[in-house]
């Protein structure tokens, strides 16, 4: 055969997910922490790397990781589940929550991750858009959830992109209203310090997501964890693949997690700058920053993929949402280090008081004007 015969159909409308990274000098695209993991703790990471055993498989559930998680959330192992990344653990549920002749809730605009696995596993999506200012449609949600239908539904708390948390009270009245099952996920949950996680002792319906990815720094080691009850964690370990999460991971994860009181003034100055970039926003003409809870800041503005551009050009990244569907002229900029922001700023002000032209005339800026153009969205 000289040819291969067309993949499953469900992958038809898909596209690959293209987190559009591109080299810039504030890289503020991804909501990445913006600080590594600092010296003394890369150390004792590397010494407990050196100790894994290389030719071994990995413990497949990462029992001694599990058992870190669970004592800090006042939970048991079997309440535990870790994946690599969040992300394989939100195709987990869509493995076993979804397939053919289920339903996925979804609540647009959100994470797209969730409505492309559900589409993968061949899951109906049934959509509530939220309102105008993003917030959930709370009344229309549980009139969708009273058709008896929907298998699984994630609540994204704070919502990425577009920032804010969903009101406690109606997580509460989603879990009392189905018997689907609500991921929750609190992939920002250190930067909004908010959780639902102590109604997992009162609703076996309820799965809390969480990851390393953001707060502690691990967006490379791909670490993710799920709080919920036992019997949805038997589920989800039966689709899981069995050595997801390697050992060298399972070490790096544990040192950090030992040691994640250490993260806290990173975190603290995020949630500080937050507040000074927001502010800095609403004070450029023609800018609506939207409100946040998370490490990123959505807005608003005329012309939005221009300014990308001119952004770009001007050595800082963000991430493009112009013409996602409900996004409209919307960028969402990830909070960096004060110098990266300062740097947002300053560029945002200039791009949006219409000197788009001026250019410093440095070679390296010439480069990073000439990189932007072939990206594909
Ligand atoms: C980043 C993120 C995740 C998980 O990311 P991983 O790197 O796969 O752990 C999950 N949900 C949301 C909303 C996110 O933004």
């Not at 689907?180 to 930067?191: I, T």
């Not at 720094?217 to 989800?236: I, K, P």
């Not at 069995?242 to 003034?265: G, L």
Request: charged share 25%; aromatic share 8%; glycine share 6%.
């Amino acid at each position: 055969m000289r040819s291969v015969r067309p993949a499953a159909p469900q992958l038809a409308g898909l596209e690959p997910y293209d987190p559009k990274y591109l080299p810039a000098c504030a890289l503020l695209s991804a909501n990445e922490n913006p600080r590594d993991v600092g010296e003394k703790l890369r150390r004792e990471i590397m010494r407990e790397v050196a100790r894994v055993p290389l030719n071994r498989y990995p413990d497949p559930l990462a029992n001694d990781l599990r058992d870190l998680i669970a004592e800090a959330n006042g939970l048991s192992r079997e309440q535990v589940l870790v994946g690599n990344g969040g992300d394989e653990l939100l195709f987990d549920v869509a493995l076993a929550w979804g397939g053919p002749g289920r339903t996925f809730l979804n609540l647009p605009p959100t994470f797209s991750v969730y409505e492309a696995n559900a589409r993968l596993t061949g899951t109906a999506v049934a959509s509530v858009p939220r309102r105008a200012d993003f917030s959930i449609d709370e009344e229309a949600v549980l009139a969708r959830l009273a058709e008896g239908d929907v298998d699984y539904l994630v609540i994204t708390s704070p919502n990425n992109p577009t920032g804010a948390l969903a009101r406690e009270e109606f997580v509460l009245s989603v879990l009392d209203a189905t018997d689907a099952l609500v991921v929750v996920d609190e992939a920002y949950f250190e930067f909004s310090r908010r959780t639902v996680r102590p109604y997992l002792a009162q609703h076996e319906n309820l799965a809390v997501l969480r990851t390393f990815s953001k707060a502690f720094s691990l967006a490379g080691v791909r670490m993710g964890y799920l709080l919920a009850g036992e019997r949805v964690v038997r589920e989800l370990a039966k689709v899981r693949q069995p050595y997801s999460v390697d050992a060298v991971s399972q070490a790096v994860a544990r040192v950090v997690y030992e040691n994640r009181a250490e993260f806290e003034p990173g975190i603290q100055s995020i949630i500080e700058e937050r507040a000074r970039v927001a502010e800095g926003l609403r004070a450029i003409p023609g800018v609506t920053p939207f409100p946040s809870d998370a490490n990123y800041v959505l807005f608003r503005m005329e012309d939005a993929s221009s300014a990308w551009e001119a952004l770009y050009a001007r050595g800082v990244l963000v991430r493009d949402f112009s013409r996602a569907p409900y996004l409209e002229g919307c960028l969402r900029a990830s909070i960096g280090t004060p110098e990266e922001n300062d740097a947002f700023l300053r560029a945002l002000r200039e791009v949006a008081m219409g000197k788009c032209d001026v250019r410093v005339p440095s070679a390296r800026t010439t480069e990073r004007a000439d990189a932007a153009e072939p990206r594909a969205d």
